[in-house]
């Protein structure tokens, strides 16, 4: 928009020095361009101040020589030069102390020779804060087929007695702590076999225990 002479007043005057004041929609840099308070030129004397309210930014402009007026001192801008942001931030830390405890279990040996019709004999020794454990037996494959069978530790050993599995190979004690998963062991694999039968005598012939003849 151009000058609007009507926006132009004095706020103080003194000894041939006045402080206008200058209101308008215009940005700064419209007000700065050449000749823009040329309407007012008789009006202005040089050293005159001119407070201008513009759109974008309050500004103090010199008057220097009747109509030019100097870039000045910004005051205030919705778009300033630049900006100092002040943020102030909390800070905390958390501390954790751990103490690691040592668990382990150790499988005792299996009895050799198990029969599909007796009992596996399991037993374990234990270390650390282990309460209880459960065995249990795994065939080949991993599945479970006998147990979990629950045992307390006591004095760091725990036992347990299982009925033994179908006759087969590949089968293995597993035994773990019920607290803890991690804690556990697993035995070498082993075999059960088929229980012996009695062999009986007819005259000179040898009988299986349910009486079928035996060939030889």
Do not use: H, K
Not at 194 to 214: N, Y
């Amino acid at each position: 928009m151009p000058f609007n002479n009507t926006e132009l007043v004095p706020l103080v005057t003194n000894s041939g020095f006045t402080m206008w004041l200058y209101r308008t929609p215009d940005t700064r840099a419209d007000a700065l361009t050449p000749g823009y308070f040329e309407p007012a030129a008789t009006r202005l004397e040089t050293g005159d101040i001119i407070v201008l309210l513009s759109s974008d930014s309050v500004s103090f402009l010199p008057v220097r020589v009747g109509d030019v007026v100097a870039s000045g001192l910004v005051l205030d801008s919705a778009a300033a030069p630049f900006r100092v942001y002040v943020s102030a931030g909390q800070t905390f830390s958390v501390t954790q102390t751990a103490t690691a405890v040592a668990m382990t279990v150790i499988l005792g040996p299996l009895a050799a020779g198990i029969l599909s019709n007796g009992t596996v004999q399991a037993s374990a020794t234990l270390a650390g804060p282990v309460t209880e454990v459960a065995f249990s037996i795994n065939d080949a494959a991993g599945t479970t087929v006998r147990g979990p069978t629950l045992a307390t530790v006591t004095a760091g050993a725990a036992s347990a007695s299982l009925p033994a599995p179908a006759p087969g190979t590949g089968y293995r004690l597993r035994v773990v702590s019920t607290s803890d998963s991690a804690v556990a062991a697993v035995s070498p694999a082993f075999s059960v076999t088929l229980p012996f039968g009695l062999l009986l005598q007819a005259g000179g012939t040898l009988l299986i225990e349910d009486g079928s003849r035996l060939l030889v």
